[in-house]
């Protein structure tokens, strides 16, 4: 029983064999011979090779054209047929992976035919999750996920820019699920693609990745320039921005003792900064640029001195006199100040007094100082500050306008109480014989301080009472015009000690 069945199926496989592979007549309906000019089989004269992409590459040995042939699926499907070619070898195509037959053969000399079975693999899998990413100015490293487990490597290609054209640039073997790209421009964008391919074609495309490579580190700041701001106190810097590419600037500070240190940091394109963080020391500074790839080397170093903690410098006008005030919170070897003044119309500062400074304090000290224009106009006033050594720093400025009155006028003097000195100031309606005296309680003459012929305008006198005993003290002014006028007032002050 058990070799009857044995025998039944391989008879059916012989029937099965021969129906698919016998006497093709390649019409592309049905495998096998339908009528006359049916074909003679002859094994071995047939030779069938897979290329990429489904296609079978038939050659038939024995001739060099007038050939045909046929494809068949293991369901006896003619799937791909060619019924006459000059080509030899020829392809014929399959629509998929598979197992198939393959009839073919030539009419001359003979009409023979042969027959081959050719397996069509599947073209792998897509990688996934492609990730581009940026280490240096010139290199990009790529990685993916390998999701094919018959591939034979991997396709890489590139583009520059999201608008470029993709190109194959390299390929790596199979399970290699890296690549580092090197060689690239500095601050350029690169896009990327990746396949797989083996024996049966390439896979479809993992996603797209875009990555920059890093920019050049910046060019250096120049012109580092420092200079004293006193409302608040504090530390000006302004530099030259010789960088296109920067993504900010990390301002560093030195005590003349210390080390640099980073006190701020300040967006691109910044080429100015103002440290309030200052004391009354000598500082150094120094600016760096900074981008992804690192820095730039440093500018030029400044060092400046900050002498004096302004904390105020005001101005009124009372009269045609011009009343200064100013205060610091501390000083360090102040030697003192210039009172400078500027007419609105002209770019030229005159000293038009100078007051002493406390030298070294860290006590809140107020200064003042009294000015007479001689003529109406708007003017600028501006503080100089000196110390011991010669160094100087400049106050802001002060604008107003001033308003001359012609007549005469003997001021309060200023400051009252005083100790040991004060300023004296008087306003001449006309050229005039002139005599500034001081009297004690008793109406004692202790100080003459001017007695001689003076042309109109305001004038300032300092009198110095430090030969003087503490008491209240007048002083008294008589004024002689040229033009007949006359003038005589007498005013109270006290010296204290």
């Known amino acids: 029983m058990k070799i009857n069945i044995l025998l039944l199926t391989i008879f059916i496989s012989i029937v099965s064999i021969t129906y698919l592979i016998s006497q093709p007549s390649f019409n592309g309906t049905s495998p096998g011979c339908s009528g006359g000019g049916c074909h003679t089989y002859q094994s071995g004269i047939v030779s069938a090779v897979v290329l990429s992409n489904n296609q079978v590459q038939i050659t038939i040995s024995g001739t060099t054209g007038n050939v045909a042939g046929e494809l068949v699926n293991t369901s006896g499907t003619v799937v791909a047929v060619n019924n ?19 009839n073919a053969g030539y009419k001359n000399p003979s009409r023979l035919y042969g027959t081959d079975t050719v397996v069509i693999g599947s073209a792998p899998a897509n990688p996934s999750s492609l990730n581009a990413n940026p280490v240096s100015t010139t290199q990009i490293n790529l990685s993916w996920t390998d999701n094919s487990a018959d591939e034979t490597g991997f396709k890489i290609e590139r583009k520059t820019g999201s608008g470029g054209t993709f190109a194959e640039i390299a390929q790596v073997g199979a399970n290699v699920t890296s690549y580092n790209n090197s060689g690239l421009l500095d601050g350029v964008q690169y896009c990327y693609q990746v396949r797989a391919y083996n024996g049966s074609g390439n896979s479809g495309y993992s996603n797209q990745s875009c990555a920059t490579t890093f920019p050049d580190t910046p060019s250096a700041p120049s012109n580092l320039f420092a200079s004293i701001s006193h409302n608040p106190l504090s530390v ?3 530099w030259n921005d010789n960088s296109g590419n920067e993504t900010g600037f990390v301002i560093e500070r030195e005590l003349v003792t210390d080390a640099f240190v980073a006190v701020d940091t300040v967006s691109a394109n910044s080429t100015s900064y103002q440290d309030t963080s200052v004391s009354i020391t000598t500082f150094r500074y120094r600016v760096k640029a900074i981008n992804t790839s690192g820095s730039s080397v440093y500018s030029n170093v400044v060092e400046i001195f900050v002498p004096v903690e302004l904390t105020s410098f005001t101005a009124k006008v009372n009269s045609g006199i011009v009343y200064l005030n100013w205060q610091t919170a501390t000083e360090l070897e102040n030697n003192g100040f210039e009172v400078l003044r500027r007419e609105s119309d002209s ?13 070294t304090t860290s006590e809140i000290t107020n200064y003042s100082y009294t000015d007479a224009p001689d003529k109406s106009g708007k003017f ?15 106050s802001d400025e002060i604008n107003l306008e001033v308003l001359v009155i012609r007549e005469y006028n003997l001021a309060q003097n200023f400051p ?77 002050m006290i010296l204290t000690r």
């Open 347 to 359: 770019r030229v500062w005159l000293k038009v007094g100078f007051v002493k400074g406390q030298g």
């Open 84 to 102: 006459g070619t000059g080509s030899n070898p020829f392809t014929l195509t399959a629509p998929s992976a598979g197992t198939y037959y393959v």
């Open 236 to 238: 000006m810097l302004s």
């Open 380 to 394: 600028s006033y501006m503080l100089k500050q000196i110390d011991y050594s010669g160094k100087y720093e400049y």
């Open 416 to 492: 009252n109480p005083f100790n040991p000195s004060t300023r004296i100031s008087f306003t001449l309606a006309a050229d005039s014989k002139v005599s500034l005296r001081v009297f004690n309680i008793l109406g004692q003459e202790v100080a003459v301080i001017v007695d001689a012929a003076i042309a109109a305008g305001t004038y300032n006198y300092n009198f110095d009472a430090s030969k003087l005993n503490s008491g209240v003290y007048f002083y008294q002014l008589e004024a002689q015009g040229n033009d007949g006028s006359s003038f005589k007032s007498i005013k109270k």
